[in-house]
């Protein structure tokens, strides 16, 4: 009895190739491609960005105890820069790139925060002050994230990152709810778990998991004729140095 040939075995689909944008081979895949855990939401649709864009202000208004209202947190230099990112982002991801640059570049000059278009902020994003703050392209940012002003979501320097492949994050992914302090710092493709707190002055290169607490020391107050004496004061190895 002649046996019946073998079936065939079927072959996993080959991996899909992100698509390239104009304006080169370095061009970087959709935000979701980045290998962040994803703890940013973004409503699809213009009613969906308008929505946002309602949320973004009423989170000036309730966070920021200078503002008095909606009126007046319009006017809240952060947030235009928040908004025109999201504008900025969404033409980004269509691929009119250089239309999205120009647009953070006169956001970065009106208001002095730099947000790349690439970068993935989340609803309710609440960025104090404002000035000095720098985003990177592949940055993810979650919802109810609060920065203050100085603080950068950056990378750790092109001698490291070029050698990275195509469309690889280079930039920290922020989970929901964090608080980044004055001038805090975050480099390289570092994961902030939810609800932690970096403090100001403070300089993070690696993974830091949910609910830490990430201090920098504080400045010593030395009166006159004192003298130093060793861990004299616990506080400026353990507490914050910002003010928030």
Same mark, same amino acid.
């Given at each position: 009895?002649?046996?019946?040939?073998?079936?065939?075995?079927?072959?996993?689909?080959?991996?899909?190739?992100?698509?390239?944008?104009?304006?080169?081979?370095?061009?970087?895949?959709?935000?979701?491609?980045?290998?962040?855990?994803?703890?940013?939401?973004?409503?699809?649709?213009?009613?969906?960005?308008?929505?946002?864009?309602?949320?973004?202000?009423?989170?000036?208004?309730?966070?920021?105890?200078?503002?008095?209202?909606?009126?007046?947190?319009?006017?809240?230099?952060?947030?235009?820069?928040?908004?025109?990112?999201?504008?900025?982002?969404?033409?980004?991801?269509?691929?009119?790139?250089?239309?999205?640059?120009?647009?953070?570049?006169?956001?970065?000059?009106?208001?002095?925060?730099?947000?790349?278009?690439?970068?993935?902020? @989340?609803? +309710?994003?609440?960025?104090?002050? $404002?000035?000095? *703050? %720098?985003? =990177?392209?592949? !940055?993810? &940012?979650?919802?109810? #994230?609060?920065?203050?002003?100085?603080?950068?979501?950056?990378?750790?320097?092109?001698?490291?990152?070029?050698?990275?492949?195509? @469309?690889? +994050?280079?930039?920290?992914?922020? $989970?929901?709810? *964090? %608080?980044? =302090?004055?001038? !805090?710092? &975050?480099?390289?493709? #570092?994961?902030?778990?939810?609800?932690?707190?970096?403090?100001?002055?403070?300089?993070?290169?690696?993974?830091?998991?949910?609910?830490?607490?990430?201090?920098?020391?504080?400045?010593?107050?030395?009166? %006159?004729?004192?003298?130093?004496?060793?861990?004299?004061?616990?506080?400026?190895?353990?507490?914050?140095?910002?003010?928030?």
């Amino acid at each position: 009895m002649q046996s019946m040939p073998a079936a065939p075995v079927p072959q996993p689909p080959p991996p899909s190739r992100a698509r390239t944008r104009p304006g080169g081979p370095r061009a970087l895949a959709p935000a979701a491609d980045h290998g962040a855990p994803g703890p940013a939401s973004e409503r699809p649709g213009v009613l969906g960005v308008l929505r946002t864009m309602g949320e973004d202000l009423r989170v000036v208004a309730e966070r920021d105890p200078s503002v008095r209202g909606r009126r007046e947190a319009v006017w809240h230099p952060a947030l235009a820069a928040l908004w025109t990112h999201r504008a900025a982002h969404r033409l980004h991801r269509r691929g009119w790139r250089l239309t999205a640059r120009l647009l953070a570049r006169a956001a970065r000059r009106a208001t002095a925060v730099e947000i790349h278009p690439g970068a993935v902020l @989340g609803r +309710r994003a609440f960025i104090d002050h $404002g000035a000095a *703050v %720098v985003i =990177g392209e592949t !940055a993810v &940012v979650g919802d109810d #994230v609060t920065l203050y002003h100085q603080v950068t979501l950056g990378a750790v320097g092109w001698w490291s990152d070029n050698a990275r492949p195509a @469309g690889a +994050r280079r930039h920290p992914v922020v $989970g929901r709810g *964090v %608080v980044l =302090g004055t001038n !805090a710092t &975050v480099l390289g493709p #570092v994961t902030v778990g939810d609800g932690a707190v970096i403090g100001a002055q403070a300089l993070v290169n690696k993974d830091v998991p949910a609910g830490a607490r990430v201090l920098a020391p504080t400045a010593v107050v030395k009166r %006159v004729g004192e003298r130093p004496e060793p861990l004299e004061d616990v506080f400026s190895a353990i507490a914050s140095a910002g003010s928030w």
